[in-house]
């Protein structure tokens, strides 16, 4: 999705974000019986609609530790042809950093940004990109600032009817897109993002878009 809104205009090239989907537990919920489909998340029309309206800044992509040829169908089920053929890219898990997790035999697919250096996208890392995945373990070699973690969707029937996780990304990103910090790693810092039930916590109830980044005396320090 890189192409510019009628009423925004494309946003100057060095002011372009990307932004990476995770997949299972941010979209939609991999069903283990079924691996090739999957539950969609609720509200997820009204989250592409969004990053539709949010092209001028914003670039989408996805990446899955799924295997290939899961992962190419489930993109169709989510994004449909038109949407999907958009994308910047979709990566599967062969582009992860397979390591060991701890207490168990499982492999672990971290995704570690520096992947992007061999990539045309290499100028956006860290300060223009913003990698999206409920499960913090897959992140952990990422800078600050360049990660954040929604709550994690599993399929639950009674989630189907009270989890807006997707509304609160929506208005995130639409608070990124339209704001005033000179960096997408400036923004997220200044802006942690809050998922779910953290949220709902929340005394002032209602999500707020921030839209400035936070105007102090003294530069914050940023560490690689």
């Known amino acids: 999705m890189t ?9 100057p090239a ?19 019986n079924k691996k090739k489909r999957g539950v969609l ?13 949010l092209q001028f800044r914003i670039t989408i992509a996805v990446w899955s530790a799924m295997s290939s040829s899961n992962l190419q169908r489930l993109v169709l ?4 042809a038109e949407r999907a053929a958009k994308l910047a890219f979709v990566w599967d898990q062969q582009r992860c950093t397979v390591r060991q997790e701890r207490h168990t035999h499982k492999p672990l697919f971290r995704k570690d940004l520096s992947r992007l250096k061999q990539t045309v996208y290499s100028d956006f890392v860290p300060e223009r990109v913003l990698l999206i995945d409920d499960d ?9 600032g360049t990660v954040i973690h929604p709550l994690t969707f599993r399929g639950f029937p009674e989630e189907m009817e009270r989890d807006d996780e997707l509304l609160r990304l929506s208005t995130y990103l639409k608070g990124l897109a339209e704001s005033d910090c000179p960096s997408a790693r400036e923004y997220v810092l200044d802006h942690p993002y809050v998922k779910g039930e953290k949220a709902k ?10 839209s ?8 914050r320090k940023v560490k690689s």
């Open 3 to 11: 192409g510019g809104t009628a009423d925004a205009g494309q946003q």
């Open 14 to 32: 060095h002011r372009q974000v990307l932004v990476i989907l995770d997949m299972n537990g941010v979209l939609i919920h991999r069903d283990q």
């Open 41 to 53: 998340r609720p509200n997820m029309e009204a989250f592409l609609d969004e990053l539709e309206k």
């Open 77 to 80: 089920e989510v994004f449909g």
């Open 136 to 144: 913090p373990a897959k992140c952990t070699a990422n800078p600050a």
């Open 201 to 210: 916590r929340n005394r002032r109830g209602k999500m707020k878009r921030p």
């Open 212 to 219: 400035a980044c936070s105007k102090k005396k003294k530069k």
